[in-house]
């Protein structure tokens, strides 16, 4: 009866520190995918056919604070403003946190970029503001932030 019971207790302990580990250092929200269910394999798939260079990291950045305006929310240090009028629902993400780096591929953004997120203020980019060429350009600078 006692094995028993201690071993229910280094179960649920084990179980505690797994769940602790995901979530470690940042908010899981965060990291839930924003790409629907429905959509996420086929976005997961997809590839930036844009290998990075410095000049191509150069007219990312360029798109970034001009044409596509992604800094007046993202932020010159990508990290996210938090006092934006008029902003609706979820904050701009941080790009800088490694964790959410990790959590999305390249085409799960690009999706977001060719949809917004649904629910928030993160509105659709491709073909009003960017074309599919320069959003992927600006991936690169987005994928920069976290040190990649
Ligand atoms: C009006 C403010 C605003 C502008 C302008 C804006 N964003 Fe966002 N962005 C947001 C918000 C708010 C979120 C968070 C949405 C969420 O939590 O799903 C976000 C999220 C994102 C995400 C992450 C989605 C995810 O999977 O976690 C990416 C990538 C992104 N933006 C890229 C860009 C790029 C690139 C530009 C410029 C072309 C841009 N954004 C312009 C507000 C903005």
Sequence with gaps: MSLIRKRGVSCVFA???LGGSVAWGGDPAVLKPRVPPDRIEEAR??????PVTPERLERGKKLFHGKGFCVTCHGRDGKGL????????KLPRN???PQW???RTDGELFWILQNGSPGTDMASFIPLV???EEAWHVLLYVRAFGGT
């Design 101 to 103: 780096q990790d959590a």
């Design 15 to 17: 179980v505690f520190l």
């Design 45 to 50: 798939t997809w590839r930036n056919p844009f």
């Design 95 to 97: 790009f800088t946190d």
């Design 130 to 132: 960017l074309t599919e």
């Design 82 to 89: 938090g006092n934006i009028p008029g902003l609706r629902g």
